[in-house]
């Protein structure tokens, strides 16, 4: 990387960091109020200010989503959404941008961080993944959610993908879920985030036009825990190709 590029990308970043503050405390406060709503109330209220958040802040940075396959959310039905995990960019655009109130799981460690915490907080179910005790409890708010006719936004890679592959190995967890309450999964297939912030630079970022596109809903009707491990292939399989078919078209 040349110098000239190299400081252009370090202002970026700072200046991408500025934005997401200003932008921040604007809803903080609406955020903070709608936490003391129960859920799926507190979803429905959140998801729409969350996306109107991130489409400012996406586009003072110049990276806008464009968004494909919203038709495969079926009105009056809800779904368990996998989503690749090339960035830390990925989190801005996952759960705003999908169709409908929805709930992710999210690192208990972040809660810490000041004022953010607030959002945080509200939007996310939180899990420590180094405790037996949180992840069970994870697993049985998911459920809560799904029952209430909510989304969840999941990773099934667990963390960013910093290999050369399209994707990394799935967890079972997002499986596991979907299969036990029986719900319909929706691949979701994020692009060039890498390219606005690679998992190799620190403090160096660059704008690029975000692509979000949902695939064909899978089902799991009548599946049981045995088809674990097929359900998940499949997913892998499907996400893997068309990841691969088109991140050099977008």
Request: aromatic share 10%; with cysteine.
């Given at each position: 990387m040349n110098m000239i590029k190299k400081i252009a990308g370090t202002i970026y970043f700072f200046y991408g960091i500025i934005m997401f503050l200003?932008?921040?405390?604007?809803?903080?406060?609406p955020i903070g109020l709608s936490a003391y709503i129960p859920e799926p109330q507190r979803a429905k209220i959140m998801h729409p200010i969350f996306k109107g958040w991130m489409t400012v802040f996406l586009?003072?940075?110049?990276?806008p989503v464009i968004r494909k396959g919203k038709e495969h959310f079926k009105k009056g039905e809800n779904y368990v959404v996998v989503v690749n995990h090339n960035s830390l960019v990925d989190i801005p655009v996952s759960s705003p941008w999908i169709p409908g109130a929805n709930k992710t799981l999210a690192k208990a460690e972040l809660a810490?961080?000041?004022v953010f915490s607030i959002i945080y907080k509200a939007g996310s179910i939180l899990v420590d993944r180094k405790d037996e005790k949180s992840r069970k409890e994870s697993f049985r708010i998911m459920n809560e959610m799904l029952r209430k006719g909510l989304h969840l936004c999941l990773y099934p890679e667990g963390t960013r993908?910093?290999?050369?592959?399209?994707?990394?190995?799935?967890?079972?967890?997002?499986?596991?879920?979907?299969?036990?309450?029986?719900?319909?999964?929706?691949p979701g297939?994020?692009?060039?985030?890498?390219?606005?912030?690679?998992?190799?630079?620190?403090?160096?970022?660059?704008?690029?036009i975000i692509h979000f596109h949902f695939l064909e809903a899978i089902p799991t009707q009548g599946l049981t825990l045995r088809n674990l491990n097929e359900l998940k292939e499949k997913v892998h399989k499907i996400m893997s190709d068309y990841y691969v078919a088109n991140e050099h078209k977008v």
């Amino acid at each position: 990387m040349n110098m000239i590029k190299k400081i252009a990308g370090t202002i970026y970043f700072f200046y991408g960091i500025i934005m997401f503050l200003l932008t921040m405390m604007v809803i903080i406060i609406p955020i903070g109020l709608s936490a003391y709503i129960p859920e799926p109330q507190r979803a429905k209220i959140m998801h729409p200010i969350f996306k109107g958040w991130m489409t400012v802040f996406l586009t003072l940075v110049g990276c806008p989503v464009i968004r494909k396959g919203k038709e495969h959310f079926k009105k009056g039905e809800n779904y368990v959404v996998v989503v690749n995990h090339n960035s830390l960019v990925d989190i801005p655009v996952s759960s705003p941008w999908i169709p409908g109130a929805n709930k992710t799981l999210a690192k208990a460690e972040l809660a810490r961080i000041p004022v953010f915490s607030i959002i945080y907080k509200a939007g996310s179910i939180l899990v420590d993944r180094k405790d037996e005790k949180s992840r069970k409890e994870s697993f049985r708010i998911m459920n809560e959610m799904l029952r209430k006719g909510l989304h969840l936004c999941l990773y099934p890679e667990g963390t960013r993908n910093k290999s050369d592959q399209p994707l990394q190995s799935f967890h079972d967890g997002a499986f596991v879920t979907a299969i036990r309450m029986q719900k319909p999964i929706i691949p979701g297939l994020i692009f060039n985030t890498k390219k606005i912030y690679p998992s190799s630079s620190k403090y160096w970022g660059r704008p690029h036009i975000i692509h979000f596109h949902f695939l064909e809903a899978i089902p799991t009707q009548g599946l049981t825990l045995r088809n674990l491990n097929e359900l998940k292939e499949k997913v892998h399989k499907i996400m893997s190709d068309y990841y691969v078919a088109n991140e050099h078209k977008v």
